[in-house]
């Protein structure tokens, strides 16, 4: 925070955001003799700027104890927005700015980080006092997202401001945020003029070919070719240096000169710099791709790259790229974070836009999904990603843009945790990985295993609309391959229904069930008509057909015929024609064998039942003691600078405080105390030992001891058995039967907080039957009936039924504590007996570690 973070303005430039240091005073100062009159007499409420200025030495000086932030534009500081608190809980409210950057967004965005500063700082009111005739200011005040109440004394209206973040301050920065991220794309997917620096006559090189592929696709815009060693390159004449005022900028000229020609951009007012030279980042220079998005962000300029293939919008007829291929204009809008698998996607897909972000050192997926989610031109978005720049972020964006659009999602590396030392179930189970999955989920973000995975399922969802249901009809002219397709439909939990009786008159079908099977000799009139009738009836929602050439009528005719049926539908039709894999008349997704079929319609079912999910009314928070718990893990890290894990009655003390309350657990260092620890308990008791050790592996836990007796003899042989890193044991008394599960979650630095529910006991590892949620954990019931011991729990074959809604219950507890808390590392509640009357919480472990505070998820900045 010392240093500051960049944001991006309504109009898409790009400011920076710091803390007010007393270093600014001179900066300040200009400030105010740049202001007018108008202003100073606004904003100070007298004439002329002596009252400014003396402000200023006053916000800059020793006694100052107020909180200010300072914003700069193009490296010159132009705004200053601060509070200063009141004894009362509530605290001044002030901000002035530059003249120049009135109208750009800069005042509301730095009165809202104020706000949220404020809030995190026991701020529970912001007041403020606007002569009635600075109009402007009230209404950026009202406008805020806040709760305002007013009151008018004479000239001077009082406003007070409710600090506390409510629904509508997320709702309206979230709208900020996506207008400013649109902005400052626009001119670098849809730019008016084009600047190729590096560009050359040799027709091998980079730069040539950038500009030779603009020429042929017919970019209607002033083409600029930048060469100070030629005076034409493709016909067009060469400049030394890039015009003023170009909006998008390629740059193809070695790594050591990149800084300087983005320096020379950023002085020409350059909008968006696309970088294709590689040598920075990947190659170990980390600080000059630094440096070189430093310039970028002074500048306003939005970065793409370095290190990759170029940008492309077939809606403009951009292709500022040094792709072999022309692309082809479709639906799909396309990102890729590798440039060999870009330029494969590009190969076999029909797109919209298409960005290579390299080394995503700027512009990156998030970015992408806001500005696509507002495209006329795209309906899926197809992203392929190496790494997560910020995925709290992306999840929250990707979650509104998937309402209106799919987003398919292809991340390399599923590797496991490496040697990332862990000890808790939970966090061996919870990888990166699952933390993947879980975030996408929860986002509506279809995750695929492959390329052609995402090809496929990008293909239909472009194509056809969205299946209304699983339930799938197929039909074709052999039955080989629509077993295949059926049998691939069970697999996915897609269902093959009967169908009505007399919905098919096919005059020699072999089957007339579902398959249909209307045999080699089906004519094309006769599987078109098929189509048709099976489209028609309410008893299905998908119609899938599976043609094997040459039979029948032959290829191109059945393709005609499987178009003509499908453009009547309003239907889910799909293809395999056997052996091919394309695109029938523009609109039927064809595959070459049933499986691939099946698999990208799966998808798209899941898809589509994701959207129809009803989104209902917010939850009510789960209640809790979060000052409390804060004040525990603060106590227990100063203790241990470096965490650990927590001992059995701090354990208890922090789950408490959400409302979980585990066994009486009492601890004990011999076997006396154990003995005296079982009879205030009660028996028969249970005997555990406390250690760096897995209890069940070394026979740390004894069950049923009737006696003390027994409790003393118990302990003794397990400290023989397991030895000195026995530190002592906890004595609990034995509970009734039930159903044992284990409910974890873990803390990752990047994703955030994961929950886990599965099988516990000593089958956890085993059986490994788990589900995963993001929190806040609002679909308990539906998280817990994903397991598949999940019958269990409700009865079966005679079992009792268990309480789940009390299971449920602590699913949502522990997801708010991990939402409250990042320093709970690892945590495992294993088991928890659930029985007819709740679920009880048996074992416990907590292990804290010592992290940053994530920044607030309101706070809009560049990453």
């Not at 995975?453 to 239909?460: M, N, Y």
Request: charged share 20%.
């Amino acid at each position: 925070m010392s240093d500051g973070y960049d944001v991006l303005l309504r109009d898409g430039g790009i400011a920076h955001v710091r803390p007010l240091r007393p270093q600014d005073r001179q900066a300040l100062h200009e400030l105010v003799e740049r202001s007018s009159e108008r202003s100073a007499y606004l904003r100070f409420f007298t004439g002329g700027r002596n009252t400014a200025h003396a402000y200023m030495d006053r916000v800059t000086g020793n006694k100052y104890r107020g909180h200010g932030l300072v914003a700069s534009l193009h490296g010159r500081l132009v705004a200053v927005a601060e509070y200063i608190p009141i004894d009362d809980g509530s605290a001044d409210l002030a901000i002035l700015l530059d003249d120049a950057v009135h109208g750009h967004g800069l005042g509301t965005l730095l009165l809202e980080h104020v706000a949220l500063d404020a809030a995190k700082h026991g701020v529970r009111e912001l007041v403020a006092d606007v002569l009635a005739e600075n109009r402007p200011m009230i209404r950026v005040l009202h406008d805020l997202g806040l709760e305002v109440t007013q009151r008018f004394e004479g000239g001077t209206l009082h406003v007070s401001i409710t600090a506390e973040p409510t629904p509508r301050l997320r709702a309206v920065i979230e709208a900020r945020d996506h207008q400013a991220e649109r902005a400052s794309l626009a001119r670098v997917l849809a730019p008016r003029s084009v600047a190729v620096i590096g560009a050359g006559r040799n027709e091998s090189g980079i730069g040539h070919k950038v500009l030779r592929n603009l020429l042929d696709d017919g970019f209607p815009g002033p083409i600029h070719p930048v060469n100070p060693n030629a005076e034409e390159v493709a016909g067009l004449a060469c400049q030394a240096r890039v015009p003023d005022g170009v909006d998008l900028a390629v740059v193809a000229v070695p790594a050591r000169h990149v800084l300087q020609v983005a320096r020379d951009c950023a002085q020409a007012g350059v909008a968006g710099l696309v970088v294709l030279t590689s040598g920075f980042a990947e190659a170990g220079q980390r600080d000059v791709e630094s440096e070189l998005l430093k310039i970028c962000r002074t500048a306003g300029m939005r970065l793409v790259g370095p290190n990759c293939l170029g940008v492309v919008n077939t809606a403009v007829r951009l292709n500022a790229s040094f792709l072999p291929h022309h692309p082809v204009q479709g639906r799909i809008a396309l990102m890729s974070q590798s440039g060999a698998v870009g330029a494969a996607l590009l190969e076999r897909l029909d797109i919209s836009s298409f960005v290579s972000v390299g080394n995503k050192a700027d512009v990156s997926g998030n970015d992408l999904l806001d500005y696509w989610e507002d495209d006329p031109g795209t309906d899926v978005i197809a992203l392929y990603l190496e790494s997560f720049g910020n995925p709290r972020k992306f999840a929250r964006i990707a979650a509104r843009v998937a309402a209106k659009k799919p987003i398919l999602l292809v991340k390399s590396g599923r590797s496991s945790a490496g040697d990332r030392a862990v000890r808790s179930h939970t966090a061996a189970a919870a990888t990166p990985d699952v933390a993947v999955d879980a975030l996408t989920r929860a986002a509506g973000v279809i995750r695929l295993d492959s390329v052609n995975e995402l090809i496929d399922t990008a293909k239909l969802l472009a194509a056809q609309p969205l299946p209304r249901g699983r339930r799938v009809a197929i039909v074709g002219n052999s039955g080989g391959p629509q077993a295949m397709a059926a049998d691939a439909c069970e697999r996915h939990s897609l269902t093959v229904p009967e169908l009505p009786p007399g919905l098919l008159n096919a005059r020699a079908a072999a089957a007339l069930g579902n398959p249909v099977d209307l045999t080699a000799d089906a004519s094309a009139t006769e599987i078109g008509t098929a189509v048709s009738a099976l489209a028609a009836t309410p008893d299905v929602d998908v119609v899938l057909v599976v043609y094997t050439p040459p039979f029948g009528s032959g290829l191109d005719a059945t393709r005609q015929a499987i178009a003509d049926a499908a453009k009547g539908a309003d239907k889910t039709v799909l293809a395999c024609v056997v052996g091919h894999d394309d695109l029938i008349d523009g609109r039927v997704p064809s595959y070459a064998f049933p499986e691939q079929a099946v698999a990208a319609l799966a998808h798209t079912v899941r898809y589509a039942e994701w959207r129809r999910r009803p989104t209902g009314a917010a939850t009510k928070p789960v209640p809790a003691d979060e000052a409390s718990a804060r004040t525990i893990v603060e106590e227990e890290l100063a203790a241990c600078s470096g965490g650990g894990w927590l001992s059995p009655d701090a354990t208890a003390r922090l789950l408490s405080c959400y409302g979980v309350t585990p066994v009486e657990s009492i601890e004990a260092d011999g076997p006396e105390a154990a003995a005296e620890a079982a009879a205030r308990v009660g028996l028969p008791a249970v005997l555990k030992a406390v250690g760096p050790v897995h209890k069940s592996d070394v026979g740390g836990v004894r069950l049923g001891l009737r006696t003390q007796d027994e409790v003393r003899e118990a302990y003794r042989e397990m400290r023989a058995r397991i030895g000195e890193e026995m530190t002592g044991a906890v004595v609990q008394r034995m509970l009734p039967g039930g159903v044992e599960i284990i409910v974890g979650g873990v803390n990752y630095p990047a994703f955030g907080p994961l929950v886990m529910v599965g099988m516990g006991g000593v089958l956890a590892d085993l059986l490994a039957d788990r589900a995963f949620r993001v929190p806040p954990v609002t679909d308990a019931l539906n998280m817990i009936g994903q397991l598949r011991c999940a019958p269990v729990l409700h009865g079966y074959r005679g079992s009792s039924a268990v309480d789940v809604g009390a299971l449920a219950g602590q699913l949502e507890r522990i997801g708010r504590l991990l939402d409250d808390l990042p320093q709970v590392a690892e945590l495992d509640l294993n088991p928890v007996i659930v029985t007819p009357d709740g679920a009880i919480t048996v074992d416990a472990r907590i292990r804290l570690a010592p992290c940053e505070p994530p920044p607030s998820q309101l706070l809009r900045r560049l990453r």
